[in-house]
């Protein structure tokens, strides 16, 4: 009778808390749509409208994708160059991170702190800062995807190498290896799958943000969605949204697979 009453307890005592969270979220949701004065009912009032405008990109102008095509090699190599430029910076700071192979807490915890900050900053506003530095064109766009990735990649790989297999790393160290010789032969051959899924990961998520960051002036073919947009040639619009698709798709795909084969 005791046991089943200590099994009772925890199943109840879930119970309860579920309750809790479920009222907690429901209110805030009523909450939030009171502050925020939304209403669903505006989506149908213009649905017409969306209507209209959904018709127009379903006709794309495909004269517009000799100009599209120039700005989509550019958001591709803005992607690109991001990627790399970010994931070797993540990939010596992870090292300086992992507390297995920097022992000092207090490096590594100042190291972690500022890592942080920066992940918390998102790419549009990385790229608005940007705009605002070196002005607008495809380098704005560069640097705010370098910075993203190396917000993407250092989280994932440090904690890739924290949970390494210490053996090797022990062995060397007791027969007197520095620290770069540990690192090239007892950390690389345990992390390296790692580092390149974590940098075809990115790879992903930075082509479809560098469409988004020319909006903003951060170059490649997000310029022309906005410059499309804000003159209503919605036939045009509907061009650069099924290139961006098909590009899109065709990348996450490739990246999948050769993530999935590496993985193996």
Sequence with gaps: MPE???????????KIMNLVWTIIMVAGLFISINVTNTHISVLF???????????????????????????????????VLGTVIGSIIAFIYSLLIARNIIKNKAVTGVLRVIMNIIRTIPDLLLGAIFVAIVGIGPVAGILALAVFTFGVVVKLFYEAIETIDPGPIEALTAVGANKL????????????????????????????????????????IGLNLQQTLQVFNYAQTGTIIIVIIVVVVLIDYVSSKSREALMK
Aim: glycine share 4%.
């Design 4 to 14: 089943q009453k200590s099994m009772q307890l925890p199943k109840r005592k879930f």
């Design 181 to 220: 010789q540990i690192i090239h032969y007892a950390v690389m051959p345990q992390i390296m799958t790692y580092f390149i899924s974590y940098v075809l990961y990115a790879f992903e998520i930075n082509v479809r943000a560098s469409t988004v960051l020319g909006y903003i002036g951060a170059g490649g």
């Design 45 to 79: 009032e213009n649905w017409s409208q969306f209507s209209d405008i959904f018709v127009q990109m379903s006709h794309p102008d495909w004269s517009y994708l000799s100009v599209v095509w120039p700005k989509l090699i550019e958001t591709i190599k803005m992607a």
